[in-house]
């Protein structure tokens, strides 16, 4: 056993020297410990590591294999994602101990604060003292032991696993209910206590989800829904049009709110309503437009890490493995690597075959930690911090039950056969003092080898750029209200949030009111559909752009916004075999990427014909607004378009 | 987004911690800079001294200073305070004063004067932006050497980052009340408009500012402190794990959900508390604390004659 005095180093030096031993199979003590934080985040080697005292922040979290004992006590998150292994505190565990735990055990033999277990999948938490409210909280599977009081609310919202209460139970959660333990629960129970040398004599209390929340009750008549973009435009001006009857008529049969694909599909102020000032007709004309205009766009190093590096401003709009077919996500990873640019893994965890094919892939950090694990960090080129998204902002995700298949359903590390909903919120963030903590957990576990970045569906972007800015994040994905997403409510996805182009003036003028402008890279998303859009985002101050949708329909998608229903006749957004078998893998790939190759030319078309050689020449000065509302949003000269 | 920290001797005791009271804290708000980079504060109470009152006022930086100050001094001598000691220092401007009138109204007059920090006859609050050590070497804060104090360092988000919005924030118009603050309050303007219909000001729109003001207002009211903190948790909404400091206690309060930590260490010479125990592991490097956290939606209050 190797002894590491911490009052001697950097929590980083210590972490990268734990990884050492680990790679060479030797245990190690820390000394002077003095409740640092991230102590032995990120350590994936099956090595005992003892810690003299008190820990902090995350101790132990994100790792698979190591076994820790901490003789006092721990602060919060404590074993943050365990896969495998153990962690055994001497003392108390502060809140959201075993925090979206997958596998491995976690005793504490003191009390525990609020929320532990929360959105735990698997593996068992054990309290030898009393535990706070909400004891697991939201959790998918897995065990909870609690030897003591269980704490008010306990299972609150959870939606599969188990828990077990020997003191009082003070107050059962929201959808948790006491039923009566086998002997077999029991004795395996009994077995665990008595491998950590916890003497019980009393009986114990169980307590599962009783499961009424789960699916969402009638499901919506099948029938050929009317878009709204039918009804939005001008001219078509009655009030109560067809669209709206169909609404009311069918919330009138299911009695709560219908569920659609895609986002906000009214018209609203967007990229056709600003353009440019020069004179474009002339653009494309010449045939060599790519080779003499730079496109190469790095974006992330703000803190070290290895930038990204797109061969043009562009990269692929996170979407989910679940919310699309595998195949549709192998797909778009072929395609990004064709075109020299990134894929996303979306909610839900990294696809192996699609990461295979990616040359460029960010790992997305969602609040349910749905498929979420250390390996995916450190074979990703960038964490991504979800905390919303532009169809709807402010919620979490949602997968319905028939497209969250087995496989789905095991990568996720939840039960099958749900209407998935993610939570809205980080178990371990809430507020900007939490985010730092959690981007610095992160790049422990990456070694600080990558950028971490932050996707933001717009709402409030002015303040909370601000927060990102100042909590370290290297960029940030913003969303407008266009953006779209596999599953969300439909009056959420039609009217929460504001538009694109809003939403990009507002992440400008926060980092303005900070003084820094250009501090943050700001890549844009929400409805961009071709080269033309993405020349004007970045005219107007966006670093690049991601598309989502235009993906899906390059790819044969044909736009009936149905995608929650698993029914996806072209096998994107669908796990129905019967669908996805007609997917053919190398045709679609070859579809986006020829698309995206339309988009770097009109890039570059369009950067030659104002003179330019490089794409960041573009700006403001080149823009004008073509409508009244976009001029308000964007704060451009306002011209009334000529005759096209 | 923030850290919070405070420190009591009880009974006159001082354990040997090898620094100063104002040094602890300091140690305390640095050990969680990551929390708050921006700006940092103390609010540190000196021995009373009969008659006397201790004002900080923010003034200019440069040239406008000594014009802050004339104009200070001109408000002070027209309120019949006489200037026993003062010093320019950083962005404040510090005075002893002779003075025995209402401090509410001479406090809520002195507006017009200069930007007041803090009023009281134990209380000096020392805020600016910066960093714990840099502003402890400007602010001579390690001479503070008292029986209690509060400190809190800040990461401004939503406003700008100025010495005015740093904590702690003074009780607006009451003596010797100061409070530090990591969380939220989501009715600030319900709680704001209801205590200026009965008179008090505020000089920010800053929550922390809000919890100050309501506290001593209710202490004004005759209302015990322990009180006042307990219907704080009732009346205040949002996330909130709060300080509060006297001319002889400091308390605390925490929100119902716990969403912002606390972590407190006692024994028969001291309370400690701060946002990360890493703070208090400051204060005894290499020994693992016997700690605790507060519950939620408990308050407590310690003053220096021993255990409230």
Known sequence: ?644 | MCSIAGILFKNGKRPNLGMTTGEALTEMMDACRHRGPDSAGWALYEEPQEGLLRLRFFVRRGTGQSEDIARIREGLARHGAEIVEDEAVGCTYRVIVKYSGDIQQFSYAMEHAGQLVSIGSSLDLVKDVGQPYGLQQIYNIARFDGSHGIGHTRLATETGVHPETAHPFWATGFADVATVHNGQITNYWIMRRRLERRGMEFRTENDTELIAVYLAYQMSQGVLMEDALRSSLDDLDGTFSYLVSTKDSIGYAKDKLAAKPMVKYEDDDMIALASEEVALNRLFPGRSLDTTEPPPLTCGLWSRQGTA
């Open chain 1, 1 to 644: 056993m190797v002894t590491i005095d911490l009052a001697e180093m950097q929590v980083r030096k210590l972490n990268e020297i734990l990884r050492g031993f680990g790679a060479t199979h030797q245990n190690a003590e820390i000394i002077n410990p003095d409740a640092k934080h991230y102590i032995g985040v990120g350590l994936i080697s099956p090595i005992l590591v003892r810690v003299r005292g008190s820990a902090g922040y995350y101790c132990g979290g994100l790792c698979d294999g190591p076994h820790f004992k901490v003789d006092k006590n721990v602060s919060w998150g404590v074993g943050d994602n365990l896969l495998r292994g153990s962690i055994v505190v001497g003392g108390n565990a502060s809140a959201i101990a075993g925090v979206g735990m997958r596998g491995g055990e976690i005793v504490v033999k003191g009390n525990i604060g609020s929320r532990a277990g929360q959105v735990m999948k698997k593996g068992t938490l054990c309290c030898a003292g009393n535990a706070n409210f909400m004891a697991g909280y939201m959790m998918y599977g897995g065990r909870v032991i609690i030897l003591g009081n269980s704490g008010e609310r306990v299972g609150e919202d959870m939606m599969g696993g188990e828990i077990y209460v020997g003191g009082n139970v003070d107050s059962l959660g929201k959808d948790a209910m006491l039923v009566e333990p086998s002997s077999a629960d029991i004795e395996d129970v009994m077995t665990f206590l008595d491998r950590y040398d916890l003497p019980f004599r009393g009986t114990f209390k169980k307590i599962i989800c009783t499961g009424k929340t789960l699916r969402y009750g009638t499901a919506e008549p099948r029938l050929r829904k009317l878009p709204f973009y039918s009804f939005s435009s001008a001219g078509k001006q009655d009030y109560w049009n067809a669209k709206v009857e169909e609404d009311i008529r069918v919330k009138a049969h299911i009695g709560r709110y219908r569920i659609r694909g895609y986002g906000a599909s009214r018209h609203l102020p967007h990229f056709s309503d600003i353009g440019f000032k020069k004179d474009m007709s002339g653009a494309g004309k010449d045939p060599g437009a790519i080779s003499k205009v730079n496109l190469r766009t790095f974006i992330g190093d703000n803190h070290g890490g290895r930038p990204m590096d797109l061969s043009m401003p562009v990269m692929i709009a996170p979407m989910s493995y679940g919310a699309l077919s595998a195949q549709m996500k192998i797909a778009l990873g072929i395609a990004s690597r064709m075109s020299g640019i990134s894929e996303n893994s979306g909610e839900g965890g990294m696809l192996s075959a699609e990461r295979a094919e990616a040359r460029q892939m960010i790992a997305q950090c969602l609040a349910g930690r749905l498929g979420w694990n250390v390996h995916d960090m450190k074979r990703a080129d960038c964490v991504e911090i979800y905390i919303s998204q532009g169809a709807k902002p402010g919620l979490g995700g949602q997968l319905m039950a028939e497209k969250l298949t087995r496989e789905i359903a095991a990568v996720r590390g939840i039960p099958e056969g749900m209407d998935l909903r993610s939570p809205s919120r980080h178990p371990d963030i809430l507020g900007g003092d939490d985010l730092i903590m959690k981007v610095e957990e992160f790049r422990e576990a990456t070694g600080w080898r990558v950028p971490i970045s932050i996707k933001l569906g717009a709402g409030r972007v002015r303040d909370d750029i601000k927060i990102a800015l100042k909590d370290g994040i290297d960029f940030m994905e913003l969303d407008g209200m266009q953006g779209g997403t596999g599953a969300a409510g439909s009056e959420v996805a039609e009217y929460v949030g504001i538009p694109t182009i809003a939403g990009l003036q507002e992440a400008l003028d926060g980092l303005e009111e900070l003084d820094c402008a250009g501090g943050m890279p700001i890549v844009l998303m929400g409805g961009i559909k071709d080269g033309v859009d993405a020349a004007k985002a970045i005219a107007l101050g966006a670093t690049a752009v991601a598309f989502g949708s235009t993906m899906l329909i390059a790819a044969g998608c044909i736009t009936c916004m149905q995608c929650s229903v698993g029914n996806c006749v072209i096998g994107a957004a669908t796990q129905d075999p019967e669908h996805t078998k007609r997917f053919d893998i190398e045709k679609r790939a070859l579809q986006i990427h020829r698309f995206l190759e339309t988009v770097r030319w009109q890039l570059a078309a369009i950067v030659l014909e104002h003179g330019y050689t490089d794409i960041r020449q573009l700006s403001r000065e080149d823009l004008v607004a073509l409508t009244p509302e976009a001029a308000a949003l964007t704060r451009l000269p306002f011209n009334q378009p000529r005759d096209s």
